[in-house]
């Protein structure tokens, strides 16, 4: 049999749209926090706060934008989130003061969380069954190498120019992106497809996914742990006096990711989401234990390179489990739902594990991170992962 075409031009556009919008992130969340210290004086906790507040607004915006996809169409919803997304970024030219800047990075991250949502929704739409576990790994590949080169361009841009010139680079990505996505096909909205008892569901039915919601518990978890190597990692290598070493940690992370994702998706496919999940689990398990122990920038890198395996090969199985339990008019909120799990865990984590760092170091937050990726794996087992090898058997 024939295996059904996954490289469409819908899917590649929405993997390139995805990019583009995670490529803005990235590049405004390393610069936009030197932009408020310089310009309006700002504290280190209030230029913080300006980074991370724009997660709250992808929050609030995936926590009601998945029942609204699911009525009015995900094509619709991705204009207007690009379309949201765009004009809160030229607003960045005229902020002048801290309060104003707060004010348009929680709709600028609330833009990106509808955007990121509808595209979440349409590449669950159009990737073939059989090969969905391919599909959404490459897919999330769009993510892998946005984190790496937004950082990336947003730090050699801040070097030679100024904060305006990261923000016309960010202009001109969604303009191309936006450009992109208006070449993808419209797919099937539930409001067309739902069956008429379930379109009156009790009210947390209308803003979650059931069914997403025990694995998402385990996503959570993850992305908590990842959040202390995201957050901390930088300090972390400077006091070990590994800077160098540690510049190439996120390359290395990222290669690690792209050479695996070809590999990862089709096991996924072949043998279910257990066969993956678990040594990816073990991978990351050992990349933090690497991060504990770590006096030299050899075994920096490997942790680099087991954490780029392990991450996110369990967020791009999560995100493909998360597709195939739910029901095809539920797909919108199933996305959301994955994705408020996880922006809740990389969120909450830098202010949970501080305590840690302020307690124990550096070295002991990451050793307390690799025992809660172990209890997490457990967890995983008894939440989803039994259950999963039941269906096999």
């Known amino acids: 049999m024939?295996?059904?075409?996954?490289?469409?031009?819908?899917?590649?556009?929405?993997?390139?749209?995805?990019?583009?919008?995670?490529?803005?992130?990235?590049?405004?969340?390393?610069?936009?926090?030197?932009?408020?210290?310089?310009?309006?004086?700002?504290?280190?906790?209030?230029?913080?706060?300006a980074s991370s507040i724009f997660v709250l607004g992808i929050l609030v915006a995936r926590l009601?934008?998945?029942?609204?996809?699911?009525?009015?169409?995900?094509?619709?919803?991705?204009?207007?989130?690009?379309?949201?997304?765009?004009?809160?970024?030229?607003i960045y030219f005229y902020v002048h003061n801290l309060t104003m800047l707060l004010i348009?990075?929680?709709?600028?991250?609330?833009?990106?969380?509808?955007?990121?949502?509808?595209?979440?929704?349409?590449?669950?739409?159009?990737?073939?069954?059989?090969?969905?576990?391919?599909?959404?790994?490459?897919y999330n590949l769009s993510l892998t190498i946005a984190f790496a080169a937004g950082p990336f361009a947003g730090m050699l841009i801040s070097r030679y120019a100024d904060f305006e010139t990261n923000l016309l680079v960010c202009l001109v990505s969604q303009l191309f992106s936006f450009a992109a996505?208006?070449?993808?096909?419209?797919?099937?909205?539930?409001?067309?497809?739902m069956e008429p008892e379930?379109?009156?569901?009790?009210?947390?039915?209308?803003?979650?996914?059931?069914?997403?919601?025990?694995?998402?518990?385990?996503?959570?978890?993850?992305?908590?742990?990842?959040?202390?190597?995201?957050?901390f990692l930088s300090n972390y290598v400077r006091e070990l006096h590994l800077t160098e070493a540690g510049s190439f940690f996120f390359f290395v992370y990222a290669l690690s990711a792209l050479c695996t994702r070809p590999y990862i998706g089709k096991l996924f496919d072949r043998r279910g989401e257990n066969a993956v999940i678990y040594p990816a689990t073990l991978a990351f398990i050992l990349a933090m234990a690497l991060l504990c122990v770590t006096n030299n920038g050899s075994v920096l890198l490997l942790a680099g390179s087991l954490a780029?395996?392990?991450?996110?090969?369990?967020?791009?199985?999560?995100?493909?489990?998360?597709?195939k339990v739910t029901p095809p008019h539920r797909l919108a909120l199933a996305t959301s739902t994955y994705f408020i799990f996880l922006d809740v865990g990389v969120g909450v984590g830098p202010f949970l594990l501080g305590f840690l760092v302020s307690e124990v170091g550096y070295r002991g937050m990451?050793?307390?991170i690799t025992i809660v990726i172990m209890l997490s794996g457990v967890l995983y087992h008894f939440l989803h992962g039994a259950q999963a090898s039941a269906k096999l058997k």
Not at 69 to 81: E, P, Q, S, Y
């Open 366 to 368: 990451y050793g307390i």
């Open 104 to 138: 348009i990075r929680m709709i600028n991250g609330a833009a990106m969380g509808v955007a990121g949502t509808a595209t979440g929704t349409i590449v669950a739409r159009i990737v073939p069954a059989e090969r969905r576990g391919e599909g959404i790994g490459y």
């Open 308 to 323: 780029g395996f392990g991450y996110t090969t369990i967020c791009a199985c999560v995100q493909a489990v998360s597709i």
């Open 2 to 49: 024939v295996a059904p075409k996954l490289w469409t031009k819908d899917f590649v556009i929405i993997t390139v749209t995805n990019f583009s919008l995670y490529f803005v992130y990235y590049l405004l969340i390393v610069t936009v926090t030197g932009f408020a210290a310089d310009k309006f004086h700002a504290s280190p906790s209030a230029a913080g706060l």
């Open 64 to 90: 009601f934008c998945g029942h609204v996809i699911d009525r009015v169409g995900a094509r619709r919803m991705l204009f207007v989130g690009f379309i949201l997304f765009f004009l809160t970024t030229c």
């Open 198 to 231: 379930k379109r009156y569901a009790p009210w947390l039915s209308a803003y979650f996914e059931s069914k997403v919601v025990p694995i998402g518990i385990f996503l959570m978890f993850i992305g908590l742990c990842y959040s202390g190597m995201l957050s």
């Open 181 to 193: 996505a208006c070449c993808v096909k419209p797919t099937a909205t539930s409001g067309q497809t």
